[in-house]
């Protein structure tokens, strides 16, 4: 399916080559907000940059990724990573523009991503994992029943150099 209604006006829809230029849109306009728990965005000037990660999404189909919108608008970016067919386990990351924050977006995709991998994708285990600090992130697992399985001490490096430990939350079918 290529697009999913959430609720609302508000849709998943299957990254494509032409989003390239709203994501880095919604990058160079919301360093700030972005950057404080995304690495990436500091190392994010220039499109052609954004337009190979999306090349890079989209040639890893183990992998699927989506645009959030609201109608036409892009909201934010959700998707598959690390997933692990023997495992049959899968990783959810996620972000969403700042405008677009409490209003029940996120959990909803989420949800919507949790269905598609324990149906469509046969698994059995999905991971989701936030910085201990990014309470907005926190709360999405938490709401939807994940349970925190530890804490992955320093587990990424934010952009300023900090190494920032990780809630890891799991939810299993």
């Given amino acids: 399916m290529e697009t999913i209604p959430l609720f609302g ?8 080559t032409e989003d390239a230029p709203d994501i880095f849109a919604s990058i160079d306009t919301q360093r700030r907000y972005l950057g404080r728990w995304l ?3 500091a190392d994010t ?3 052609e940059q954004t ?6 999404m989209l040639a890893d189909t183990a992998n699927p990724v989506f645009t959030l919108r ?5 909201a934010g970016l959700i998707g598959f990573k690390s997933a692990d067919a023997a495992r049959r ?3 959810i990351g996620y972000w969403l ?3 677009q924050q409490g209003k029940g977006i996120m959990a909803a995709a989420v949800r919507t991503l949790c269905d598609l991998a324990f149906g469509e994708m046969g698994m059995r285990r999905v991971e989701i994992r936030c910085g201990t600090g990014n309470l907005p992130s926190n709360r999405i ?12 001490l320093q587990g990424e490096q934010l952009s300023d150099g900090e190494w920032i430990d990780l809630n890891v939350y799991v939810l299993e079918r």
Avoid at 141 to 152: K, T
């Fill in 97 to 99: 523009r700042e405008e």
């Fill in 70 to 74: 609201s109608g036409n608008a892009f």
């Fill in 39 to 41: 690495p990436f965005v």
């Fill in 89 to 91: 386990s899968v990783e």
């Fill in 51 to 56: 337009r190979q990660v999306v090349a890079g």
């Fill in 9 to 16: 006006p508000y849709a998943l829809r299957r990254l494509r």
């Fill in 45 to 47: 000037h220039r499109i």
């Fill in 141 to 152: 697992p938490q709401r939807l029943g994940f349970l925190r399985s530890h804490v992955e």
